[in-house]
C-alpha cells in the first residue's frame, strides 16, 4: 500500500524558511519521482518541483527557482523541500505526490502560510 506522510509546514513571516517532509512506503523509492505540488484557496493545484529519484534531476515551477530546493534520501525513502526567501503569495497546502504504475497517489497535504 502505497503512503505519502507529509509533515514540516507552519506560520513563517516573509522572508523565513521552511523545510517539508514526505516519507513515503510501499513502493521502489528509486524506481519513480516524487514532487510537492501546493494549492492556494481559490487557485488550481500547481507543480513546485519535481525530482527524478534515480538520477537526481530536478523540476521546478517559474515561481519558486532559487528559492525553493527538492532533495530526496533514498536511504530513508524520504523527499523533501527546503524553501527559504518565503513570500505570501507561497501560502498554500503543500502535497507530496508520486505517480506509481500510472497510479497518482498523493499526500495528506500540509498548510504553510506565510506573513507579511
Known amino acids: 500500500q502505497v503512503q505519502l506522510v507529509e509533515s514540516g509546514g507552519g506560520l513563517v513571516q516573509s522572508g523565513g524558511s521552511l523545510r517539508l517532509s514526505c516519507a513515503s512506503s510501499g513502493f521502489t523509492f528509486s524506481a519513480y519521482a516524487m514532487a510537492w505540488y501546493r494549492q492556494a484557496p481559490g487557485k488550481e493545484r500547481e507543480l513546485v518541483a519535481r525530482i527524478i529519484t534515480s538520477s537526481g534531476r530536478t523540476i521546478y515551477g517559474d515561481s519558486v527557482k532559487g528559492r525553493f530546493t527538492i532533495s530526496r534520501d533514498s536511504a530513508r525513502n524520504t523527499v523533501s523541500l527546503q524553501m527559504n526567501g518565503l513570500k505570501p503569495e507561497d501560502t498554500a497546502v503543500y502535497y507530496c505526490?508520486?505517480?506509481?504504475?500510472?497510479?497518482?497517489?498523493w499526500g495528506q497535504g500540509t498548510q504553510v502560510t506565510v506573513s507579511s
Open positions: 505526490h508520486a505517480v506509481v504504475q500510472t497510479t497518482e497517489y
